[in-house]
Nanobody, 120 residues
């Protein structure tokens, strides 16, 4: 199994910044992709940003404000969030697409989520 531990959420005023971190651990053979999703109350979970083999992908709503990065040596992914808006308020979930030892194929794994609240 893969365990994902997130940190860095909290309460911030509009226009402020937060940095989320997510560290993956376990019997990991390889990680194909890591990224972040978010879910606001009453809304479906949506992609925020992903990184895979050096390429990155962002939701249109966060382009130019959020930056995803990854430390392969530490199996850790970061999300730098700048110019935060009240509509960014959500629970942010880390995920990774990883293959553990003994498995033939990679699987999706999810963190427990971290709350980000942006006040106006």
């Amino acid at each position: 199994q893969v365990q994902l531990v997130e940190s860095g959420g909290g309460l911030v005023q509009a226009g402020g910044s937060l940095r989320l971190s997510c560290a993956a651990s376990g019997s990991i053979n390889s990680i194909n992709a890591m990224g972040w999703y978010r879910q606001a109350p009453g809304k479906p979970r949506e992609l925020v940003a992903t990184t895979t083999f050096g390429s990155t992908n962002y939701a249109d709503s966060v382009k130019g404000r959020f930056t995803i990065s990854r430390d392969n040596a530490k199996n850790t992914v970061y999300l730098q969030m700048n110019s935060l808006r009240p509509e960014d308020t959500a629970v942010y979930y880390c995920y990774c697409l990883a293959r553990i030892r003994g498995d033939l194929y990679p699987r999706n794994y999810w963190g427990q989520g971290t709350q980000v609240t942006v006040s106006s």
